[in-house]
Each structure stands twice: as structure tokens, then as C-alpha cells.
């Protein structure tokens, strides 16, 4: 591994890496699962999605129990319980093609994350031997069961609780969850719950055929139909003491740790959908016309078109760079002597920040392309004949999934704080630099000559707004900082488009390097439109900081040097975004 090109959690706001790993550089193996994902949904999901989304009994298991044929149920769970082994691209990979399902995709997710890997990373050797099995063959369907009716973001305010038998062979659980996935039909799910008189929680493996468990009828959602969302009741529901997951007390670890898995998780799923949604926009609008001319020939069209190929194209390359990092991570810790299980758990709090921003910007992406998707479609996009009207729907819920995206802004914002407060940290004391050095600025980057050095030298620059804006508005808020949510989400909002951008760059360099100056010039179109928007938008979050603490002469100076960070030499966008389109129009698919 080049140390160059491998960034822990959080460094990239300090550091850049030479190179990151990009979703071109797949494996034959990785590209095999990736069609036998495709094949599934084809064949499998796409033909019976009114089927799924009327919820007919038995159908969503019966699909479990399919996709477990083919292994994919497996595809994070070690050999030795049955599963497919494979590495954490791989499995994002997985995630990502299957992410075109729908509903069938929340189902797959649920039972593969959060319905699996409490058991395989915090389970006991019975646990594990008992349960994944099962689990990674489809003979069991998986569920979580955390969100409680006054317990959501606050997750650890759930009222659900247990107490031990008097013959100390059992826990009797008594409470209520809600909002669970899977929870129709699950076999088995991991329920939290606090012990006696406990602050926090614990966890627990809870069958189905349990004593005292009963389940409610299923919701009837705005979108994700097919999915099945129930209310779980515990009335002295029996659970043996050998299923406690876990210690005691570490329920509440063992959720967040999760959850950074389901966000991560989430950035890779919306990729799929995304690509879906893509195409079936480019088809209607090679199809329909109006005015003699197919909407493909519109310029508006265009633009729209392009634009929904642009934020995929940023989403996949954030994905698949913090994919290899989380790899990496791993390997490292696997080479020092650590389990791999617990090196995989440390590997995804390493990159806690990282998974929140992917959550965030893949989310709100999808939702531009679907809402641009309806458009494009015009009247008929309201009609539930057209399947983007499923699109629409089915893509709200990921703003709310895994943490909403305001809880996973906080996260951002406050992982950056403890990162600058770390004693090794050089944030504040760069950030104090820069200020310093304010009276004599200038904009490096405009006297850059060479493509790729440019680009990377006006991200270094978004970087340094973000640096002496954070680091001016702690120093003058103090205590009252972390109570400043709209600031602290300004911050969150510039870390997105930093990573983003960052990312896109830096896989278009590497893009260039593998297929020539020729083969890359759309790529570039690509990059340039991306980032002339990143620095509007980042420049947008800093201002809007900077009026919210600073006054006066303060206020005059930050504003200059975050104009001064955030230009950038002119970009005809226009021309970028035709190109990008004539390209998907001429394809009629994604094929980026």
C-alpha cells in the first residue's frame, strides 16, 4: 500500500492522497457478482415490482430465500459460517447493483446490515455458529429492532426493558418497537433493550418463535411499499440469557457502530437506484416529442440530463474511494494481529465522518435525479403508470433511513471539532495560520497551468475556507459553538462538497492515466461542471457562517479570503453539461 494514497477517517480535510481507488479498477470476480446482481433484478425484481409493492404474502421472503441461492446473503459473512467472505468493495458493490430493487432493495439491506452483522461482529462463537449460517443461506430473515415511539435520533431514550428471570435462565423483555424492516417475516432480530435500571442499552438475539412476542400489521408508507414495516410488542417475551449480543450495557455501541455500517451502506445502494432512474430519463426523453424535435434536442433537457449524470458520477467516485480505505484499514489492523471482525468494526468508526457525508450527499443526490427524472417525464411523471413515479417515492425515505440527515450533519460537524481537538491535530494551529496570514492572500491556484495540479490546488483552497471558518467561529462562540446547529451544519455542508470534489478529481486523474488524454475529455466535462458548482455551494455554506458570529472588520476579512478560496478560473458549464448529454442520449443508458 502507498501510505501516499491511503487517508484515515477525517484526514482528508488536512491531507490529499496522490490516487484513490476507482470503480473502473473492478476485478473480473468483483464484475461477475456485479452481473449476477443485475441478472437478479432484470429477471427476478423489475418484472413483479407492482406484485412486491401490494405486499403479497409470501412473495418479499420467497425473494430472500432466492437471492440466498446465489450467495449474495453471504457476501460479508466468513466462509466458515457459511457466507461468501468477500471484501468490503465487494460487498458495497453487491449493495450498489441491487440498489435498482426497490423495495426488494431496503429488504436485501436490512437483512444483510443491520439484520446480520450484530451477530457477526459482536455474537459469540455459539451466536455465530447458531445464527449466521441460517442467516447467509436465506433459511433466516433478519431484522433490527431499535426505534422505539418517542426513541428515534435519541435512540438510547427507548423504554423497552429487561429483567432477569428469577431462576436467572431468561430475560423478560417488555416494550415496543416500530419502524422495523423485515420485521413481517423476520426469523430472528437483534431488539434493544435497558436491564433492570440500566442508562443504557443492551442487546439481545430474539426469535421469532419466542414466548410473548407479537407483531402488528404492516404500514402503509409513502414510498418502499413492498418493504415490510411492522410494530413489534413485547410482553414478557422469554429470551434465554445465553442471547444477550454482546456485554451488557453495550447495546448503544454496538447501535451506533451499526448504524455507521448502514450509512455507508446507504451511499452505495442509492447508486443503483440512481443508475435506474438515469436511464429511464433518457429513454422518455429520447422518445417523447414535442414541437417536432425529440426533448432530447432541448437544451433544458439537457441540462437536466446532465446534471442527474453529474452527481451520480460524484457519488460513485465518494463511494468507491472510501470503499478502499475502509479495505485498507482493515488489512492494517488484520497485519498487526487483530481479529478481523473487531478490524472491521474499528475500520468503520475510523470513517465514521466519512460514511455520515456519504449518507448525506448520496441521499440528497438521488433526490435531485428523481425529482429531475419527473420532470423530464412531464405530465405523465405523475402518473403511477410511469415507473419513475416509484422512483420519486421510494427515494424519500433515505433522508430519514440510518439517522436523519440532520443528525448526520451534526455528526459531521462534531467529528471534525474532536478531530481538531486532538492533541496530534494541526487543524486550529493551520487555521490560526491562515488567518494570519490574511493581510497578503492570494488565489494560488488561478497562476496553475497544469489540468489536475489546478484542481487539486483549488480543493487545498476550498480546504483552508473550511479551516479558518470553523476555527474563527469556535474561537468566537466558545461553549456557545456546539449549541449552533445551523453553523455547525455550514461546516457539515462545505466538508460534502470538499470530499465530492476531491473525489471526482481525483478519479478523472486516474481515469486519464489508465485511458489516455482522448478517452477522458468527457470525464473532464464532468469535473469541470461538478466543481465550479462545489465552489459556489461552498462558498453559499461559508457565508452563511461567517454572517451568523462574525462582525465588523472581522466580518470584511473572512469574506475576502473565502472569495478569494472559493474562485476559480471561468467554466463554460453549458458547453460541459451538452457534451456530458449528447453522450447519455447517444448511449441511451448510464454508461459513464
Known amino acids: 500500500m502507498n501510505d501516499q494514497n491511503y487517508l484515515k477517517g477525517g484526514e482528508f480535510v488536512i491531507k490529499t492522497a496522490s490516487e484513490i481507488f476507482i470503480p473502473e479498477e473492478f476485478n473480473e470476480e468483483q464484475k461477475m457478482i456485479a452481473e449476477t446482481c443485475d441478472d437478479f433484478i432484470d429477471k427476478e425484481i423489475i418484472p413483479i415490482l407492482d406484485e412486491i409493492d401490494t405486499k403479497k404474502p409470501g412473495l418479499m421472503r420467497e425473494l430472500i430465500n432466492k437471492i440466498g441461492e446465489l450467495g449474495l446473503l453471504g457476501i460479508s459473512i466468513p466462509e466458515e459460517y457459511m457466507g461468501f467472505g468477500q471484501s468490503f468493495i465487494t460487498s458495497m458493490l453487491t449493495s450498489d447493483r441491487l440498489g435498482a430493487g426497490f423495495s426488494f432493495a431496503v429488504a436485501y439491506s436490512a437483512h444483510t446490515g443491520i439484520g446480520s452483522l450484530p451477530i457477526l461482529y459482536y455474537g459469540n462463537e455459539e451466536q455465530k455458529q447458531k445464527y449466521l449460517p441460517k442467516l447467509a443461506s436465506g433459511e433466516f430473515a433478519g431484522a433490527y429492532c431499535l426505534t422505539e415511539p418517542n426513541a428515534g435520533s435519541d435512540a438510547n431514550s427507548g423504554k423497552t426493558r429487561a429483567v432477569l428471570s428469577a431462576d436467572g435462565t431468561h430475560y423478560k423483555l417488555n416494550g415496543q418497537k416500530m419502524w422495523i424492516t423485515n420485521g413481517g417475516f423476520a426469523d430472528v432480530m437483534t431488539v434493544f433493550a435497558k436491564i433492570d435500571d440500566d442508562r443504557i442499552l443492551s442487546a439481545f438475539i430474539v426469535e421469532r418463535t419466542f414466548p410473548g412476542i407479537s407483531f402488528g400489521t404492516e404500514e402503509n408508507k409513502m414510498g418502499i411499499k413492498g418493504s415490510s414495516t411492522v410494530q413489534i410488542f413485547f410482553n414478557d417475551c422469554e429470551v434465554p440469557v445465553g442471547n444477550l449480543l454482546g456485554k451488557r450495557g453495550e447495546g448503544f455501541r454496538i447501535a451506533l457502530n451499526i448504524l455507521h455500517i448502514g450509512r455507508i451502506k446507504l451511499g452505495a445502494n442509492v447508486l443503483g437506484a440512481c443508475r435506474y432512474t438515469i436511464n429511464k430519463s433518457v429513454g422518455y426523453a429520447n422518445e417523447r416529442t414535442q414541437f417536432g424535435s425529440k426533448i432530447s434536442a432541448f437544451g433544458a433537457i439537457q441540462h437536466k440530463l446532465a446534471e442527474q449524470v453529474i452527481r451520480l458520477f460524484a457519488v460513485e467516485s465518494a463511494v468507491y474511494r472510501t470503499s478502499k480505505y475502509v479495505d485498507d484499514t482493515i488489512d492494517i489492523h488484520v497485519e498487526q494481529g487483530m481479529a478481523k471482525s473487531q478490524a472491521y468494526l474499528e475500520a468503520i468508526g475510523e470513517y465514521a465522518m466519512e460514511a455520515a457525508i456519504l449518507k448525506v450527499f448520496a441521499s440528497e443526490s438521488q433526490d435531485y ?18 415507473p419513475v413515479d416509484r422512483c420519486y417515492r421510494d427515494s424519500r425515505i433515505n ?17 471534525l471539532l474532536k478531530q481538531a481537538k486532538k492533541a496530534d491535530s494541526t487543524i486550529f494551529s493551520e487555521s490560526k495560520k491562515i488567518y494570519d496570514g490574511l493581510g497578503v492572500l492570494v488565489n494560488e491556484a488561478l497562476s496553475v497551468t497544469l489540468y489536475f495540479d489546478y ?31 445551523e453553523v455547525m451544519m455550514n461546516f457539515s455542508d462545505m466538508l460534502i462538497q470538499i470530499y465530492a470534489a476531491e473525489s471526482v478529481v481525483l478519479r478523472v486523474k486516474k481515469l486519464e492515466q ?21 465552489a459556489a455551494r461552498i462558498r453559499k455554506s461559508a457565508m452563511d457562517a461567517i454572517c451568523a458570529f462574525a462582525e465588523e472588520d472581522e466580518f470584511a476579512k473572512l469574506k475576502n479570503a473565502v472569495e478569494i478560496f472559493t474562485s476559480l478560473k471561468p467554466v463554460n458549464s453549458k458547453n460541459s453539461r451538452r457534451r456530458i448529454a449528447a453522450k447519455l442520449i447517444e448511449d441511451n443508458m448510464y454508461s459513464f
Open 369 to 386: 435525479i428523481v425529482d429531475e427524472a419527473v420532470q423530464i417525464h412531464g405530465g405523465m411523471g405523475f402518473s403511477s403508470e410511469m
Open 455 to 485: 484542481y487539486l490546488k483549488a480543493i487545498e483552497n476550498f480546504k483552508k475556507a473550511l479551516l479558518l471558518i470553523m476555527g474563527r467561529a469556535y474561537e468566537t462562540l466558545g461553549k456557545q459553538y456546539s449549541q449552533e446547529q
Open 514 to 534: 489508465i485511458r489516455g488524454e482522448e478517452q477522458t475529455k468527457i470525464y473532464k466535462d464532468i469535473l469541470d461542471a461538478f466543481v465550479y458548482e462545489a
Open 399 to 415: 433522508r430519514i433511513f440510518e439517522g436523519t440527515n440532520e443528525i448526520n450533519r451534526l455528526v459531521c460537524a462534531d467529528m
